[in-house]
């Protein structure tokens, strides 16, 4: 990672340097889920304990986010080897910042869960980093990074993801946090990354399933990130028909719906368009 | 060490329970996979030569390539070796090989391989996660478990608490999403069945060889891995740059090219398109499902149901049982038949029943065989209520027949079940029947005991190139999924000129003769030179890339798709492509076939140790007195390329063997013998290897 791509983006992060003054705004007009989230100290209390907020932190909104069809993936894995090539010029599953996780033994469609960091609008990461080093950058489209040269190691982030499994991810090899940078800093591919470039696992997914979007989806819905990106052709294949799906069963290990997909899903919405 | 190798392959001892590692470098020169594992078996055994499948110092050799953990399209499958009981009369040194995540997790554990010697005193597993290498206790519950069971419940005991969709820490800091990969043999491995098959997943098979009798005769249920590490990668951007310059040979799932011609069931086997795979869940009664693909595969043959049955199965895994007419429905390039279809109970059942078969881990490909040997002697009297096998089947083509077939066969219940699990050549030995059966072609099996696939008489690559090797060649994508579907279609995208035209240009070395896949009886057809160079091309292919490079046979090579602007495929361009930017070697196309050529002979120098010789490689009389009906393949009839099934040709006994001939001498070999020469040994670095042939008196 030394090449000049993040040499530049460090460097125009540092210049705009971010603090949490910066973009503290009153509650109230935010969903309680971001607000509980938004001030919890750093691993201190979990969100669900957390006391009401006062006052919640804003933060300039990313330019893109990645959305995904969890229905059309066939769990190749492919996206998840790109993005640990294209970052750290080895393939390895565990540091994906993207992340595919699939029972083989269970039911159509609870047998598979795509993972990708939402760029969310309040993110708890930036938000509990207690050395600044998740932050928000700005030179760059507002794309929700880590700075691993900051990093301290202490995984808050880790904790304070709300998704599950949390998108920051651990780097057992350099013992800090990562996430999804968009690709901003992918020294081992020959495109430009992050908002306005592409990205590996977009361009490398065999079953178009991931999307780079610029528009906010739905903050507090799963379903805002997992759309319906299938179009007549795929329909072709005859696999699946939204109406005829039922309710979660279980097969195999079970479980595996994140929490906030516990209900029967709803109909699929249709896929923000793509810009980028 | 180059990238896409870890360095080390793992060794585990089951008699003394001890646990080694050998250096992967000291095998490189095999490549990978079918490679290295040929070189190891021959290292490890090839002096004690021959002994049986069950004896204990047979070994279970499972490789992975460089590729296995990359995503190299279509390279994740795990090469099985050792010797094979299901083969006949020999139980040759034989391979098979699954699909899934298997060598993937392996190789993440940190392994390029395991090789598994000895028997163990009482039922274990081995269990790998990353360096920690255990010999676990099987007696506790997963003995005796199905396949389907006894994975989970491995997984289950591999990572305490395991949830999908949750981070597991393996080590220290050391997090994964992933369920650890398992690969088991069932009840009838357990009962040293020979048509025991090694299950991952739920329909993923090593069906071939019977190396679930070989993991059962160790006291051997299982084998897991989960890993959290790397695999290398020698130029990074060149890799990437690879895998995205490939997509130009994939199937376009949302503008498919020229979707009006492939769209069509008539192609869905060999359009590339996700799902074609899996046959009894079509039409409209089917379930929803996803398509599902084997790690870093592009197009995603198999399927994962809303209803849970026929997950991950593919083709034959779907096809043994048929459940009133629910099977085959408008799958395998056919089009369906509006008035043959199934009921949705039928095709559940039917889904459900080929589900049995996979739990008891029988090999599907030969308990077709063999099931059709069994419904051959009803009809012949001799099995049945008071005949010479004393035992009634239920119904065939209903539920309970499947089920009691695949209970007596995989538990070894009652006569039948006794004789049965030998699998269908041992069977008719025992019955004295062999000679007679065999010939006539009432049971056919056509390769050492495994059953005739696609026919001898017109796509002779097939045959030839499975008589030379150990068993059913099983290589789809030469002339069969692109030739032989493409015309089966009605609706060819090229004609036959054009297509042998691609084809030879991909065939490096041998781009310059025009013949390769001429499948006519003229002077450039089955008997021809040209057709020398095709099969030593199909068996050097076969061994370094498919072999070697753990290459999928539904994927590779692929020397024409329907998906690129101008048909052609990525053969020869992407092999070495791929291979070069892994590893950072930097070598041609041609030069890893030769390393398939020399891959090759070393097998042919293992069988001829353990007894072949030139007159073994034979087909039975049928295929030489019976009339083919044919097969649909492009030709030279009459000096013109076209379209033809070669219908009422025999294969004719004089002219293969002059072919045969030619065919030796072209590959180095003794034309007597059919074993390599020392020269050829010597010129390809198997001095060893000559001198064990010769200490056994095999060298002419
Ligand atoms: S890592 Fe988690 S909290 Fe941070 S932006 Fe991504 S999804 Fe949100
Ligand atoms: S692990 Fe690193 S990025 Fe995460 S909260 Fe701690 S210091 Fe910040
Ligand atoms: S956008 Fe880039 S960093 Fe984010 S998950 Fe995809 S490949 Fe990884
Ligand atoms: S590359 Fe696409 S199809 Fe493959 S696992 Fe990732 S999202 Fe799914």
Not at chain 2, 380 to 402: C, M, R, T, W
Request: overall charge positive; glycine content about 12%.
């Amino acid at each position: 990672m030394s090449d000049g791509k993040k040499a530049e983006s460090t460097e125009a992060a540092a210049k705009k340097k971010f603090t949490r003054r910066d973009f503290l705004v009153t509650g109230g007009t935010v969903v309680a889920v971001d607000a509980l989230l938004s001030t919890t100290p750093a691993g201190a209390v979990t969100a669900a304990s957390a006391p009401p907020p006062e006052k919640v932190q804003a933060y300039p909104a990313s330019k893109g986010y990645l959305v995904y069809d969890s229905k059309k993936c066939t769990g190749c894995t492919t996206c998840m080897l790109a993005c640990s090539l294209t970052h750290y010029g080895e393939q390895n599953l565990s540091l994906a910042r993207i992340q595919i996780t699939q029972d083989s033994f269970g039911k159509f469609p609870y047998d598979l869960d795509i993972a990708v960091c939402r760029q969310c609008k309040y993110p708890p990461c930036v938000q509990s980093c207690p050395v600044q080093a998740c932050f928000v950058d700005e030179a760059n489209g507002n794309v929700r990074r880590i700075d691993t040269d900051k990093c301290i190691g202490c995984k808050t982030c880790l904790k304070m993801c709300p998704q599950q499994p949390h998108r920051t991810v651990w780097n057992h090899k350099i013992n800090k946090s990562t996430k999804c940078d968009l690709c901003l800093d992918t020294p081992y591919w020959n495109e430009k990354g992050g908002i306005g470039g592409k990205q590996a696992c977009v361009e490398s997914c065999p079953m178009k399933a991931i999307r780079f979007v610029t528009e906010m989806p739905n903050q507090q819905e799963t379903e805002g990130y997992n759309v319906n990106l299938r179009n007549e052709h795929w329909l072709k294949l005859g696999l699946v028909e939204d109406s005829r799906i039922q309710p979660p069963g279980t097969g195999g290990f079970g479980g595996g719906a994140p929490k906030a997909k516990m209900q029967a899903p709803k109909a699929n919405t249709q896929a923000p368009k793509a810009k980028g | 060490m180059p990238g896409g190798y870890t360095g080390k392959i793992l060794r585990v001892n089951l008699t003394n329970k001890q646990i080694s590692t050998l250096p992967t470098e000291k095998y490189l020169e095999f490549g990978g996979g079918h490679g290295i594992g040929s070189a190891v078996f021959f290292d490890l055994v090839g002096d004690q030569l021959p002994f049986e499948a069950f004896d204990p110092r047979n070994l279970i050799i499972m490789m992975a390539s460089p590729f296995s953990g990359t995503f190299m399209p279509g390279s994740g499958r795990c090469e099985v070796q050792g010797l094979g009981p299901m083969l006949y009369p020999i139980e040759w040194f034989g391979h098979s090989n699954f699909g899934g995540r298997f060598t993937a997790q392996m190789k993440f554990a940190g392994w390029d391989g395991i090789v598994v010697e000895g028997a163990s005193e009482n039922p274990v597993y081995i269990d790998v996660v990353n360096d920690k290498v255990k010999i676990e206790d099987a007696t506790n519950g997963v003995w005796g478990m199905d396949t389907w069971d006894a994975q989970q419940e491995i997984s289950r005991r591999a990572v305490p608490g395991l949830r999908r969709g949750e981070w597991a820490e393996l080590a220290q800091s050391c997090y994964t999403t992933q369920i650890p990969a398992v690969v088991t043999c069932g009840p009838a491995g357990e009962r040293k069945s020979r048509l025991a098959a090694l299950l991952h997943g739920p329909g993923s098979q090593a069906a071939l060889c019977g190396f679930g009798g070989v993991f059962g005769s160790k006291n051997l249920k299982a084998i897991s891995f989960l890993g959290t590490g790397s695999v290398p990668i020698a130029d990074p951007k060149a890799f990437m740059d690879a895998r995205l310059w490939f997509r130009q040979f994939q199937w376009d799932v949302d503008n498919p090219r020229d979707a009006e011609i492939f769209e069509g069931s008539g192609y869905s086997l060999i359009n590339g398109a996700p799902s074609g795979g899996n046959v009894t869940n079509g039409g409209p009664n089917r379930v929803p499902a996803r398509a599902a693909a084997c790690a870093s595969c592009p197009r995603g043959c198999k399927m994962r149901l809303a209803s849970a049955d026929s997950n991950e199965a593919v083709c034959a895994g779907t096809m043994v049982a048929n459940v009133g007419g629910g099977g085959m429905f408008g799958g395998f390039g056919r089009k369906p038949d509006p008035n043959a279809m199934p009921s949705a109970l039928s095709q559940k059942l039917t889904r459900q029943a080929n589900d049995l078969m996979h739990r008891y881990g029988l090999g599907h490909w030969q308990v077709m065989a063999t099931r059709g040997y069994i419904e051959a002697l009803v009809r012949e009297g001799v099995i049945g209520k008071g005949k010479q096998i004393d035992f009634e089947l239920p119904p065939s083509g209903s539920y309970a027949y499947h089920e009691t077939m695949f209970r007596t066969i995989a538990l070894r219940e009652g006569p039948l079940g006794a004789l049965a699990a030998e699998g269908a050549a041992r069977m008719a030995e025992k019955l004295g029947r062999y000679q007679k059966d065999v010939s006539s072609g009432l049971v056919k099996l056509t390769y050492y005991g495994t059953q005739e696939h696609y026919d001898s008489a017109t796509q002779v690559e097939w045959g030839y190139g499975s008589i030379l090797g150990e068993r059913d060649l099983m290589l789809h994508q030469m002339s069969n999924y692109p030739l032989h579907w493409m015309a089966q279609s009605g609706n060819p995208y090229l004609d036959a000129e054009q297509a042998s035209k691609l084809y030879a240009e991909a065939m490096v070395p041998y781009q310059d003769d025009r013949y390769l896949v001429d499948y006519g009886e003229g002077p450039t057809g089955i008997y021809s030179d040209s057709k020398v160079k095709q099969v030593a091309w199909v068996k050097h292919y076969e061994k370094f890339w498919i072999g070697a490079g753990g290459f999928c046979g539904w994927r590779w090579p692929q020397c024409i798709t329907n998906n690129s602007a101008d048909r052609r495929g990525a053969t020869p361009n992407a092999e070495p492509k791929f291979w070069n930017a892994v590893t950072g070697q930097n070598k041609t196309f041609a030069d890893y076939m030769e390393l398939g050529h020399k891959i090759f002979t070393l097998d042919r120098a293992i069988w001829a140790l353990q007894g072949r010789t030139r007159d073994m490689e034979v087909f039975p009389d049928y295929i030489y007195d019976q009339p083919t009906r044919g097969s649909i393949q492009p030709m030279v009839v009459d000096g013109k390329w076209t379209y033809a099934t070669g219908a009422g040709r025999k294969l004719d006994r004089a002219k293969v063997e002059d072919w045969k001939t030619r065919f030796y001498k072209f590959e180095g070999y003794s034309p007597a013998t059919g074993i390599a020469t020392r020269e050829t040994l010597e010129k390809m670095g198997l001095k060893k290897v000559a001198d064990a042939l010769q200490k056994q008196g095999k060298l002419s």
